[in-house]
């Protein structure tokens, strides 16, 4: 299972910083992403790390001024997001699967086996 939180309300402009706990029983190593859905439109990809935490990967919806962070592979992950925007407002979604490599991304929704319950993070002009 994974919790996330972190959502809010927040001006343009401002930051905010969701975690993803894993809990219960979990592979040992996980590759983990953020996702994010806004009304309307299709889930996407928004930033994305390896099990040790070595690689990142990041859409250019969260690149320049989101941050995605773990401390090990089964440590919270974390995604700080800078000089938030309005086009930001969605829900947020974390998401791992099981993995024996140190270093693979996962980039679609679909290589990834479990969810988190979703986080909302609302911008205002």
């Known amino acids: 299972q994974l919790q996330a939180s972190g959502g809010g309300t927040v001006q343009t402009g401002g930051s905010l910083r969701l975690s993803c706990i894993p809990s219960?029983?979990?592979?040992?190593?996980?590759?983990m992403a953020w996702f994010r859905q806004a009304p309307g439109k299709e889930r996407e990809l928004v930033a994305a790390?390896?099990?040790?935490?070595?690689?990142?990967y990041y859409t250019d919806s969260g690149k320049s001024r989101f941050t995605i962070s773990r401390d090990n592979a089964l440590k919270p992950v974390y995604l700080q997001m800078n000089n938030l925007k309005p086009e930001d407002t969605a829900v947020y979604y974390c998401?791992?699967?099981?993995?024996?490599?140190?270093?693979?991304?996962?980039?679609?929704?679909?290589?990834?086996?479990?969810w988190g319950q979703g986080t909302e993070v609302t911008v205002s002009s």
């Open positions: 790390i390896s099990s040790t935490g070595s690689n990142t």
């Open positions: 998401a791992a699967r099981p993995t024996l490599s140190s270093g693979a991304i996962y980039n679609t929704p679909r290589k990834y086996t479990s």
């Open positions: 219960g029983r979990t592979f040992p190593t996980l590759g």
